[in-house]
C-alpha cells in the first residue's frame, strides 16, 4: 500500500543523498521550490544526527522575487 510505496521511495531518496553528502559532518543546503519540503527532510535528517543541515529560507520563489542571481542548468 501507501506506506510501503513511502518507505521504498525514503530508501532510494537516502540512498541518492548519502552519494552526495557523505559525513553526517558535512555541510549542505537543501533546496526547492517554497521552503515547505526541506524544512519537513531538513527536520527529518537531523533527527537521522545529521550535524550540518540548512535550507534556503523561503526557497527559489523568494530567492527569485529578491531579483538575487540565477544561472541556468543545462
Known amino acids: 500500500g501507501l506506506f510501503l510505496h513511502i518507505a521504498i521511495f525514503q530508501l532510494k531518496w537516502m540512498g541518492e543523498f ?5 559525513s553526517k559532518e558535512q555541510t549542505f543546503v537543501l533546496i526547492c521550490a517554497h521552503a515547505n519540503r526541506t524544512r519537513t527532510i531538513g527536520n527529518f ?10 535550507h534556503l529560507y523561503g526557497g527559489m ?10 544561472i541556468a542548468y543545462n
Request: no cysteine.
Open 61 to 70: 520563489a523568494l530567492w527569485m522575487q529578491e531579483l538575487r542571481e540565477v
Open 18 to 22: 548519502e552519494k552526495l553528502v557523505t
Open 45 to 54: 535528517l537531523i533527527e537521522q544526527e545529521y550535524k550540518n543541515t540548512a
